[in-house]
């Protein structure tokens, strides 16, 4: 929906001189903004201290010149109440004034009544041990977990300046790299339908069919703009927790995404093949994805194409359901969308990985590239020895690697990879050989070529 042009056009100069016209003006912007989550009279922006101004009113968010209800007019860029965002806030924890969105999206909410909203994986999956209740909680995970991650404010930001998108400015706020908070609907209260209620819109313009969609419309509510539409009849959407005939987003028997934004090409807009992309928290550029490319193992070009992306798989792979048994109608060939795996603000797990995966509530605690603990979360999908029925202990990986059919390794020559104490003493780091767009160029010995994640 491109509305959001017309409201711009008209609206710019008049803020610029910042006359109460806007006030006037936005009575009549009917449409897209009225149907938001922020302009909705029942439920949209309401401050505490803004009696006069009705629910949804442009105002509990912008402030004229002028004073209201006893409050000073607004000394900040975009006529907003509070400074949009703190550049000096590199790194987190955030303080609630750092980010006017926190003012309401924090346990500290000016909103009348507060707000809540809970991670993904509770949300869209049905469970989570984040124990989150606000957006600034979720984005302020390291309080709590060691090794919490979250999506870096200034890192965006300065990612956003970089690439001279149009729509964001010096005095942005690095949330509306991905929100446009005049359009951005209620997605929680609609945990399976997000697409219809989605709450995103792509930093980068992309024409669909005709459309030309960007931060000016919404991402994820027309029919294409879904992860059914990413690869068609190749997206299976994981269980919902606690079900095995229920599926992601929200626990219904839709089963291939159509129902769920297309958050692959939403990620990819910034997480693809080209850009370089610094990461504070991480200290190193990040490594850079391509979800989008086939050719199996034999590309050349780094970043090799993923797997987990339109990239098939070698031969055979070792799912657990729903993909083992896919209503599909296929073993091999799938694709998935980032939100599968990672959440969008913060976890209490590294590098965003959900606390819910597939049906799986992943309680031990992910560290990094020490040993197997990543496997823990692999094994909300795929095979471990314990699925295979080989042994009682859990997260152990034995049979993909050496004795399946299509095992990439031989047993021979041990130490080579496993080291002088043999095999799991201690095991080899996972990270090692499966990272995005990674082959096992680790392998000391027996490398395969074969695409690793
Ligand atoms: C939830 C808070 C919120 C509400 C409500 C809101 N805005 Fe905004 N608005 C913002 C923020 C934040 C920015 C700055 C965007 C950025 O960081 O680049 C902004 C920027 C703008 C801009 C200039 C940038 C652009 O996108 O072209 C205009 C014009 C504008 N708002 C008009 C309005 C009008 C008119 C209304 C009511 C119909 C309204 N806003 C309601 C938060 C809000
Ligand atoms: C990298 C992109 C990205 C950035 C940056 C981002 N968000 Fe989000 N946000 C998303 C996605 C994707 C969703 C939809 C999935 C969901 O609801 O969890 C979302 C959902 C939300 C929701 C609804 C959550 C719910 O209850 O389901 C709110 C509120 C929100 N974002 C606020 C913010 C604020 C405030 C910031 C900045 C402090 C921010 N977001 C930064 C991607 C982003
Ligand atoms: C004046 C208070 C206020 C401010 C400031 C504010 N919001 Fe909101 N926001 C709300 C309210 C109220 C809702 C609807 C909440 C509800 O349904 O419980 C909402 C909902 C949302 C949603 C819809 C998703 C969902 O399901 O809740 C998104 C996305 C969002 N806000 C992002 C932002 C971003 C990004 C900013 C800063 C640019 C921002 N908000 C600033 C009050 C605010
Ligand atoms: C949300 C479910 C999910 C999770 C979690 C997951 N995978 Fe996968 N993985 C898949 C699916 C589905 C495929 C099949 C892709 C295809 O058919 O092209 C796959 C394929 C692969 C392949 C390609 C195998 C081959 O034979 O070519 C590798 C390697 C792989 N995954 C490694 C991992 C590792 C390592 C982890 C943990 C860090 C992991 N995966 C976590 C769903 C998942
Ligand atoms: C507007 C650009 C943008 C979009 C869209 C975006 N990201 Fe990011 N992402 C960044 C930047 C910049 C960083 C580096 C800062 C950091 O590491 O926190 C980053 C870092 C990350 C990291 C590494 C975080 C860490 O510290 O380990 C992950 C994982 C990630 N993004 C996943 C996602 C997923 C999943 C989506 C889609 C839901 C997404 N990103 C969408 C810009 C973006
Ligand atoms: C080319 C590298 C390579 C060689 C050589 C190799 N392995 Fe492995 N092996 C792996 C990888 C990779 C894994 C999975 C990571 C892990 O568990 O350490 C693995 C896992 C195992 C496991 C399961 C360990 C666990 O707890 O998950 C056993 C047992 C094992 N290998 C035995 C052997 C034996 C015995 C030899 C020599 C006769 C051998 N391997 C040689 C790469 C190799
Ligand atoms: C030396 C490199 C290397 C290391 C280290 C390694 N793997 Fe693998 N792994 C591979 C290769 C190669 C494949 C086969 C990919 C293919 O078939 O294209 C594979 C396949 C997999 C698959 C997909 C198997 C399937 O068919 O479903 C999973 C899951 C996996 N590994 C998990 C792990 C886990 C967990 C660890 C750490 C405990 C680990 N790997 C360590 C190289 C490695
Ligand atoms: C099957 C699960 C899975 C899916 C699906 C997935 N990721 Fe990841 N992601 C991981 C794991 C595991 C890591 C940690 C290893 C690594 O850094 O590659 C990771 C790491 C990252 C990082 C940090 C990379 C770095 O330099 O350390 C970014 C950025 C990221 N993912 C973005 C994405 C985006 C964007 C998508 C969708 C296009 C996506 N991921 C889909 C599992 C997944």
Redesign the pocket.
């Known amino acids: 929906m491109v509305v ?1 042009r017309a ?2 056009l008209k ?2 100069p ?2 610029l001189v910042l006359s109460s016209v ?2 006037g ?2 009575l009549c ?1 009917a449409g897209d ?1 009225l149907d938001s989550a ?2 909705n009279n029942v439920y ?2 309401k401050q505490i201290n803004l009696s006069s101004y009705a629910r ?3 105002g ?3 402030w004229q010149h002028a004073s209201v209800d006893g409050n000073v007019g607004s000394p900040f ?4 109440f509070a400074l ?2 703190n550049i000096s806030a590199s790194q987190a924890p955030y303080e609630v004034s750092d980010n ?2 926190f003012l ?1 999206h924090s346990n500290s909410s000016v909103q009348v009544n507060g707000i809540q909203n809970f991670d993904y994986s509770k949300t869209f999956g049905g469970t989570s041990n984040s124990n989150i209740s606000s957006i600034l909680e979720s984005f302020n995970l390291k309080n709590l977990y060691p090794s919490a991650s979250y999506h870096n404010l200034k890192d965006i930001y300065d990612f956003a300046i970089k690439k001279g998108w149009p ?3 010096e ?3 690095p ?2 790299a991905c929100h ?3 359009l951005a609907k209620r997605i929680k209260s609609y945990p399976s339908s997000p697409a219809s209620y989605t709450a995103v819109s792509l930093p980068i313009e992309k024409v669909i069919s005709t459309r030309k969609e960007s ?2 419309t919404l991402w994820g509510d027309n029919l294409d703009e879904r992860m059914s539409n990413f690869y068609s009849g190749r997206y299976q959407a994981p269980y919902s927790y606690g079900s095995t005939n229920t599926y992601e987003p929200g626990g219904t028997t839709i089963y291939d995404g159509s129902n769920l934004p297309d958050y692959a090409t939403f990620c990819i807009s910034c997480h693809n093949q080209y850009d370089e992309i610094y990461s504070t928290e991480l200290g190193r550029n990040l490594r850079k994805i391509d979800w989008v490319s086939e050719g199996g193992d034999n590309v050349a070009t780094i970043p090799y194409p993923d797997k987990h992306g339109r990239n098939s798989a070698t031969n055979s792979v070792h799912l657990k359901d729903p993909y083992a048994s896919s209503p599909l109608g296929i073993s091999i060939g799938f694709v998935t969308s980032c939100t599968d795996c990672h959440e969008p603000h913060g976890s209490p797990n590294p590098y965003l990985l959900r606390t819910e995966v597939n049906g799986i509530l992943i309680t031990q605690s992910l560290v990094g590239n020490i040993g197997n603990e990543l496997g823990y979360f692999c094994r909300a999908c795929h095979k471990d020895d314990a699925a295979f029925g080989r042994t009682n202990e859990i997260n152990t990986w034995e049979y993909i690697h050496h004795d399946s059919p299509d095992a990439p390794y031989p047993k021979n020559r041990c130490s080579h990879c496993h080291g002088p104490g043999g095999p799991r003493k201690p095991p080899i780091p996972c990270l090692n050989c499966h990272k995005h767009g990674s082959k096992d160029d680790w392998a000391p010995i027996y490398k395969t070529g074969r695409v690793c994640f």
């Open positions: 959001m409201i711009r609206i710019k008049i803020l806007l006030w003006i936005s912007w903004y922020h302009g949209g922006v949804g009113n442009c509990h968010c912008h860029p975009f006529a907003l949009n965002f006017m969105c309401c729509f964001f400015k005095k942005s706020n949330c509306v446009n908070p005049h931060h000016y």
